[in-house]
């Protein structure tokens, strides 16, 4: 029986190693984007029913699980306050150092306001450079402006 959602994202993530899955061959196989697909996956998206029991097929989940693919999650997944994973924690990094000139410049061109993290899509491509290949990540998110009332 399961009891919670991150049993499931650890049966896909055993099963992904234990056959040798890519998340791009998951994403293409769903038809949508590898960022999206990942995130599902890990437990932070829902799936729909025919999604679900795709993902179901291709990790070689019970019903019980394709069930809980289906279930809107609790979103956030960091189990620490300041992530302890280098690569995670890097990101925290990139915030801490970059976000105050992020949210001056988005403020700048748009007003005040937030960027989407609803309305939005993420796209991670390798970018081959002869200094040692680079990591290219583009992030687009809605601009949602606050409202006066």
């Known amino acids: 029986m399961i009891s919670h959602r991150q049993q499931v994202t650890d049966m896909i993530i055993s099963a992904k190693v234990l056959k040798s899955i890519k998340w791009a061959d998951v994403a ?3 038809g949508l984007s590898k960022e999206w697909v ?10 729909n029913k025919e999604q679900a029991e795709k993902i179901g097929e291709i990790f070689g989940l019970t019903d019980e699980a394709i069930a809980w693919l289906q279930i809107v999650p609790y979103k956030g997944s960091l189990p620490t306050s300041v992530p302890t994973d280098p690569l995670i924690y890097r990101w ?3 915030v801490n150092i970059y976000g105050m000139t992020i949210k001056e410049l988005i403020h ?4 005040d306001g937030i960027m989407s993290a609803i309305d939005f899509s993420m ?20 601009f949602l402006p606050y409202k006066t009332y």
């Open 38 to 47: 990942t995130a599902a996956c890990l437990g932070q998206m829902a799936f």
């Open 92 to 94: 925290y990094e990139v």
């Open 123 to 142: 796209d991670i491509q390798r970018e081959n450079n002869p200094n040692g290949d680079r990591v290219n990540v583009v992030l687009s998110g809605k």
């Open 108 to 111: 700048e061109e748009f007003g």
């Open 28 to 30: 293409e196989a769903i």
